[in-house]
């Protein structure tokens, strides 16, 4: 169920990746209002990953005085987000009987 979970995680930072440059922090506070008590040891091994993975990439930005490292997507993880969502249509029609999404 771990390695499910990490999944998930990792398709939430996709996600919201895609829609925005992100941070850490802020992704720690958007996972746990999902359900997800994601600690900073755990997140950010799998940030690295998804970087040395090449679904997202990482740019170094000063905020209101404070240095942050914000992942953007790349073009690879748009197309592993969109694969994704199509193998989770297929398993929510096949667990749940939701309508079976278009190929």
């Not at 359900?35 to 040395?52: A, K, N, Q, R």
């Not at 942050?68 to 989770?88: F, H, N, P, S």
Request: proline share 6%.
């Amino acid at each position: 169920m771990r390695s499910f979970q990490r999944g998930a995680v990792r398709l939430h930072v996709l996600h919201h990746a895609a829609r925005e440059p992100v941070h850490g922090t802020w992704l720690i506070a958007e996972l746990q209002k999902h359900g997800h008590d994601v600690s900073p040891g755990t997140l950010y091994p799998i940030l690295h990953s998804m970087e040395g993975n090449g679904l997202i990439t990482s740019e170094h930005n000063v905020i209101d005085g404070k240095r942050l490292r914000r992942y953007v997507i790349t073009d690879q993880g748009r197309a592993a987000l969109e694969e994704a969502k199509l193998m989770l249509g297929h398993l929510c029609h096949e667990l749940l009987g939701h309508p079976r999404p278009p190929n």
